[in-house]
């Protein structure tokens, strides 16, 4: 109890010493006690205008190898006790001796709510299960080491990770001449409070699209699973719009996506957004 009020009181000095132009900076250097920052980047080509939206990801180019995903347009959740999971990629290339990638590290919540990393060495086309089998969700992946011959810094084909007993539930990708993941879905793990601060999205096709970024907990702070409310919403046509501020509080367990709904077809965009994660 003594050591929590200590920490607490440490962190109330800092953040009323702290100029609030630096503030960002020191919590990115670590000198903010239980505060990060929580980032997420996603991008999408081709979307249609189907009435739910399309999450920013590049799901829709996975191939039917292992098996088409169940769902492309909205990222499948995993079940709340946590899954078995594999990976696989659609290269050969993609493995110790190969033009791409040779492993890849993947960061998750288990099925306590901890935020925690795994390491996977790739073996291409052959599917890779992961040690970890509780995984609740997939927050991110990116390349760790590249195939002996690698010379792009890349990897070769689209690498996706899904459910062991289900391979159409797919929840997270690296896509082909990438080196980590483009899917701006997170969950604020378990004894953590995540403040959004600010998010942004483009759209490169000369298409007119609604993007939005949502969350599933109430505006009383209360988890929904499953009913992501809308939190910002942009309209964005060959154009970006900038940085908008952002203020939000969610609780551990929130589930933050982007979508983007489009008026015709085809349209392409991209998004970015970031908050402090701080502890309870």
């Known amino acids: 109890m003594q050591e929590d009020i200590r920490r607490e009181l440490e962190r109330i000095s800092i953040l009323l010493t702290t100029p609030p132009s630096d503030f960002k900076t020191e919590v990115l250097r670590g000198?903010?006690?239980?505060?990060?920052?929580?980032?997420?980047?996603?991008?999408?080509?081709?979307?249609?205008?189907?009435?739910?939206?399309?999450?920013?990801?590049?799901?829709?180019?996975?191939?039917?190898?292992?098996?088409?995903?169940?769902?492309?347009?909205?990222?499948?959740?995993?079940?709340?006790?946590?899954?078995?999971?594999?990976?696989?990629?659609?290269?050969?290339?993609?493995?110790?001796?190969?033009t791409g990638a040779a492993s890849i590290l993947i960061t998750y919540i288990d099925s306590a709510g901890a935020e925690r990393t795994t390491p996977l060495i790739l073996n291409g086309q052959t599917a890779v299960d992961l040690t970890p089998a509780d995984v609740k969700f997939v927050q991110s992946m990116n390349v760790t080491t590249l195939g002996s011959t690698n010379t792009s810094g890349v990897g070769a084909g689209h690498i996706r990770i899904y459910q062991k007993a289900d391979a159409g539930l797919v929840y997270n990708m690296i896509a082909a001449g990438g080196n980590m993941s483009l899917v701006p879905h997170r969950m604020v793990p378990a004894g953590k409070t995540l403040y959004l601060q600010s998010w942004n999205a483009s759209e490169g096709n000369n298409k007119r699209l609604r993007i939005r970024i949502r969350a599933d907990a109430t505006l009383a702070g209360v988890v929904q699973p499953g009913v992501p409310l809308f939190r910002g919403s942009v309209y964005v046509n060959q154009s970006t719009s900038g940085d908008m501020p952002l203020g939000v509080c969610l609780p551990a367990g929130t589930v933050v996506k982007v979508s983007g709904w489009a008026t015709v077809g085809n349209g392409e965009a991209a998004t970015y957004w970031w908050g402090y994660l701080v502890d309870d």
Do not use: C, K, Y
């Open 31 to 98: 000198n903010i006690p239980g505060a990060t920052v929580m980032f997420g980047m996603g991008e999408r080509e081709s979307i249609s205008t189907g009435t739910a939206g399309e999450d920013l990801w590049r799901g829709n180019e996975l191939s039917a190898t292992p098996s088409a995903p169940t769902s492309h347009v909205l990222i499948p959740t995993p079940a709340a006790g946590g899954e078995q999971m594999t990976v696989i990629s659609e290269s050969a290339q993609d493995a110790s001796g190969g």
